[in-house]
């Protein structure tokens, strides 16, 4: 089966560091999405990771491991407009070009 | 450039009735998708266009959703008519070309069904 986990809500202070986790278990993997989602509006792409590692895009970071099965999205100095739905989803290149998401974890960012 | 336009932002109708819903792509993106999000559940991809081509439709929950994209610019998708499981935010995404090594899917704002 398919099946993408990450937690439901998260709550941090501004300013500090949080750490959004991504398990997934999929047929046909090419990539990791992760994408930011404020209350009604579009999902907004943040990163996409291909490789093993960490790629680093001003305040967010975000991680893959292939051979685990795992990712996660770090967001450094935290601020209150980072309050938002963060989504992660697995992306598979085949014929099927399809993204497989996650319930997406709501993170509130607290003064 | 502007992004991805869907319409309308909202829609409630009947159970019955019949509702059309319409995205307007990043132009120059040959690839069109979409998903749904029902409430409480994770987003739920619909149904994939190349150009004008349905490239897969295996999301596509029964036959009363009907999705077209003539001439490969917009694309409809038409549920007649609605059930009250239908009831959902309805997103497109639009991505570039296929066989992009990095092919980034860009979302509209949704539009949200509420089928009464």
């Known amino acids: 089966g398919q099946n993408i986990d990450q937690p439901t809500e998260m709550t941090a202070t501004e300013g500090a560091i949080v750490q959004i986790n991504c398990t997934y278990q999929?047929?046909?993997?090419?990539?990791l999405f992760w994408y930011q989602q404020h209350a009604g509006e579009a999902p907004t792409f943040l990163s996409y990771?291909?490789l093993d590692g960490l790629e680093e895009k001003g305040r967010f970071s975000s991680f893959l491991s292939r051979s685990k099965g795992y990712s996660y999205l770090l967001l450094k100095e935290l601020q209150m407009k980072d309050s938002a739905s963060y989504l992660c989803a697995a992306f598979n290149a085949g014929n099927n070009r399809k993204l497989i998401w996650g319930l997406g974890t709501s993170l509130a960012v607290n003064p | 450039e502007a992004g991805v336009t869907q319409f309308p932002s909202h829609s409630v109708i009947e159970k019955g009735q019949t509702v059309t819903l319409r995205c307007d792509p990043i132009?120059?993106?040959?690839?069109l998708y979409w998903y749904r999000r029902v409430m409480g559940k994770e987003i739920k991809f619909l149904l994939h266009f190349v150009k004008e081509s349905k490239q897969d439709e295996s999301g596509m929950p029964n036959n009363r959703f009907l999705a077209e994209r003539t001439g490969g610019t917009y694309s409809t998708l038409k549920v007649q008519p609605a059930e009250l499981e239908d009831s959902g935010v309805y997103f497109c995404?639009?991505?570039?070309?296929?066989?992009?090594?990095?092919?980034?899917?860009?979302f509209g704002p949704g539009t949200r069904l509420t089928v009464l």
């Open positions: 995404a639009s991505s570039q070309k296929r066989g992009a090594s990095t092919d980034t899917q860009y």
């Open positions: 999929t047929s046909g993997f090419n990539g």
């Open positions: 132009s120059g993106h040959d690839n």
């Open positions: 990771n291909v």
